[in-house]
Nanobody, 121 residues
Framework: QVQLVESGGGLVQPGGSLRLSCAAS????????VGWYRQPPGKERELVAR????????NYTDSVKGRFTISRDDAKNTVYLQMNSLKPEDTAVYYC??????????????WGQGTQVTVSS
C-alpha cells in the first residue's frame, strides 16, 4: 500500500536547524512531484517547498527562501527538507506530499501523517 512516512521533527531553539525526511513506498516515487506543507496551530495548511520529478525544479514559499532546501533521492525513495535559521513562526506540523497528474487527467495525491516541528527557546 502507499505510504509516506515523515521523520526528523522535534524541538529546536531559534536559529537552529532540523532535517526532515519522508520515505515513500507503494508507488513509483521518481515519477511524482513531491512537496512539504505545514500547518501552524489554528491556521490553514500551506505549501513550504516543492520539487518536480527528476528534481528538475524547485519552488519555495517566500518566508523560507534562503533558509530551507528541498531535495530528493530517487534511489532511496526519499525527499528531504533541510531547515536552517529556524524561527518561532516555523512552528507547525509538517506534511510530506507526493502528486502526479496523468496525461488523461487522473490525479494521484498522497500525504504523510505529519511530523511536529517546534521552534522555541
Amino acid at each position: 500500500q502507499v505510504q509516506l512516512v515523515e521523520s526528523g521533527g522535534g524541538l529546536v531553539q531559534p536559529g537552529g536547524s532540523l532535517r526532515l525526511s519522508c520515505a515513500a513506498s507503494g508507488f513509483t516515487f521518481r515519477t511524482y512531484a513531491v512537496g512539504w506543507y505545514r500547518q501552524p496551530p489554528g491556521k490553514e495548511r500551506e505549501l513550504v517547498a516543492r520539487i518536480t520529478s527528476a528534481g528538475g525544479s524547485t519552488n519555495y514559499t517566500d518566508s523560507v527562501k534562503g533558509r530551507f532546501t528541498i531535495s530528493r533521492d530517487d534511489a532511496k525513495n526519499t525527499v528531504y527538507l533541510q531547515m536552517n535559521s529556524l524561527k518561532p513562526e516555523d512552528t507547525a506540523v509538517y506534511y510530506c506530499n507526493a502528486q502526479k497528474k496523468t496525461s488523461w487527467g487522473r490525479l494521484y495525491d498522497y500525504w504523510g501523517q505529519g511530523t511536529q516541528v517546534t521552534v522555541s527557546s
